[in-house]
């Protein structure tokens, strides 16, 4: 099982390749919930520097695309080095189709977030030869486990970060800010959080960037303390380090490198980062039918 | 062809009200594999009558089996399909490619792809149609002029929203109610989280006074219905399974009219006299969506107040005879002998009347309808004909 991470600086990408296996990159134009939007210019330095360093780089092209945005998003891959990056992340089929016709099948890892949800389902691209396919969020740990034992193609699966649970193409806290008539000086913020009034211990974090608007689990993700069940069926786990820094993604990678749950480094880190770790749902089953 | 006009319905008195009311074809949720858990959903019976009672009247009924499975709701999918087939179901609509690919397989199902894809471009409709599927439901997150580019470019059949609640996320791919409530969106659970009233704020301080909402005014399209019947658009949807009897008939009567009056002159001068109809059902704000572009301010809605039941609907004809110029009704809201009542007919036209005669189911002379489905005795001065509705003037 190889660890995936978000970063925020390219200097930073050295010493976090001590623990992690490759990285992940998005341009905000095609690529949406990105720690930082790289420039095409900055994404190929990257990709020399993960070169020279052995590593992976994934271009993370994950908005839900209209025509006109995928006339640009071909010609944005046509202008990098394409071959050159491990895989292209997608989120929308339409994207995809694009890719799979312009030859780059082997390069696409399918990431609708949601919709992956049992073994068929997350197979149906099998004979596409595409990469592999993001197994969603919202499964049991045993779910993942009998999918990952029937996987046709790599699972890739977010193991540590704020899981995103809404994507919404509207501009949601520019519209409030209208509303109020004040000036939206929190767009692209990442220190932005919601507060339901009967859940005031869970403050959400939001997210207002070019593709839209997004909610997150106010509780991090972990997995380490199932590591050893996932490494027979996870291929690439993702370390998100969205809302935090490199010096949390360095923390919590090393942890995974090591594949032990140290609990010292664990408070260390939640105190730093004021943050509550949880096991998502691994196991929580949630209700088919609503009764009532 | 003709374009569709499809409509929800959440049981069988509603879905008949649909059709005599103008809509061409019917979705409905089964007991299985269906989002809306808290719709009545029909029992395989029940698709058997409503298909039954659509197919003489030359029209249609979809079955949605659009929830998002896990590995344990993949058992029974393909008999329950297969039972469908065999109540002459027209269509199915659903998202997972299990479902999909079991029903291409199984039977002859024709398959509709659910907004739960967020189909938004050509490509990803082509996809799919490669794939073997006739209709695509649209994501709603697309402008209209995006959708008759869209449609240019392809040759499958494409179905758009026109009208009722918007999902403010792209439609399958929010999980805010699975994490906040346990319930699961995409199995039919919402618990519409993205409705509530939240308190934004920044390093712990709110950064307003006012509350934070993410909630989406219902969507209504009259004026854009012309553009969309140009564009080559092939049904019209109008959301809302949960949504009540009035509220069907209304909705689904004016949109009736505006598409036969489009279609007979060529165009609408007047949108208003649909509007003011539209706005005898409607309990929420509503406006044009993403049609003429990506929602300002003005498609918000920040005020929970703005659900306000109706109480026009008063009364649900069940016969008429001429002879006496008695009908039959079953009481909805209360009324009172005095009132002026509109009768809003299935085929569109209203008639006004005073009521100066009411009796009780024993013949006895009542002032005041004041119990909910209590069958009542009225005079009514003209013909009325079964599923008209009364409304207070």
Redesign the interface.
Known sequence: MKLLSTFYKVEDIEKLSVYADGFLIGNDDFGTRLTKSYSTKEIQEVLKITKRLNKSLYLVCNQ???????VNFKSWIEKLPILEFSGIVV????????LDHMGLSELIVYN????M?????FN?LAHFNIQGVFVA???TLE?VI??GDKKKYKMFMIGHGH?N?????????D??M???E?ENV?HN?Q???????N?KE???P?LEDQAG?H?F?SQVLSSINHLSALKGFVDYLVIDSLFKDDDYALSVLKMYKAEKEDLEQIQLIKNKYQEVWDEG?FY?K?????K? | MMIELLAPAGDLEKLKIALMYGADAVFIGGQNFSLRARASNFTLNDILEATTFAHEKHKKIYVTTNIIPHNEDLEGVIEYLQALETRNVDAIISASPFIIDMALKHTKLEVHLSTQQSATNSEAVHFWHDHGITRIVLARELDKHQIKRLISKTDADIEVFIHGGMCMSYSGRCSLSNNMTDRDANRGGCAHSCRWSYELTQDGKSVSDQMFSMSSKDLEALEQIPFLIEAGVKSLKIEGRMKSLHYIATVVSTYRRLIDAFNQNGEIKDFNPYLIELQKAENRLASHGYLEGLPGVEQQLYDKKSEQPSQLFIGLVQSYDEKTQIATIEQRNYFEVGYEIEIFHPNGNEETFTLNYMSDEKGEFTQVARHPQQILHIKVPFPVEPYAMLRKK
Do not use: C, W
């Open positions: 839900i695309f209209n025509d006109d945005q995928l989120a929308d089929l339409g994207a995809y189709r694009l609708p977030e949601t919709l949800t049992n073994a068929y389902d149906f969020k919202e499964i779910d009998y999918i899981l649970m809404f994507y919404s193409k509207r501009q949601l806290i519209n409030f209208d509303f109020t004040s929190y913020r220190d932005l959080k919601i507060v339901e009034e859940r869970d403050p959400y939001i608007t909610v689990r749902f929580k949630t209700i088919y039918k609503h009532g």
